[in-house]
């Protein structure tokens, strides 16, 4: 069963463009993983602070594979310092 996830995201004041370098550079090694069908990093329009991961994976399988990969737990841990505050949504598209 395929897996959509939405991480909205906000960065430490004053590291907005280091997270941002930090969620490019995941997405960009993400999206060649076995099962990702899609990782795109966005950034809100009216909030240079806050951004959002949209990410489709073929199953669940593929997820927990990609949450130990060595470039999600290297993003974890150097992101302590200009991650301020994540929250992740498992959704399902009501319309393709």
């Known amino acids: 069963m395929e897996i959509r996830i939405i991480a909205d995201i ?11 370098t930090q969620l490019l550079d995941l997405a960009d090694k993400s999206q060649s993983e076995a ?8 950034s809100d329009t009216t909030s ?6 949209y990410e489709i994976w073929e199953n669940n399988d593929c997820l927990e594979k990609h ?10 841990k150097s992101s302590e310092d200009t991650l301020s505050e ?11």
Do not use: D, M, W
Request: charged share 20%; aromatic share 14%.
């Open 86 to 96: 994540i929250q992740v949504h498992l959704i399902n598209a009501l319309v393709e």
């Open 10 to 20: 906000v960065a430490t004041a004053g590291f907005e463009e280091e997270l941002k």
């Open 67 to 76: 949450e130990n990969s060595p470039h999600f737990k290297h993003f974890i």
């Open 35 to 42: 099962g990702c069908k899609t990782y795109t990093v966005h």
């Open 48 to 53: 240079p602070s806050r951004f959002f991961i």
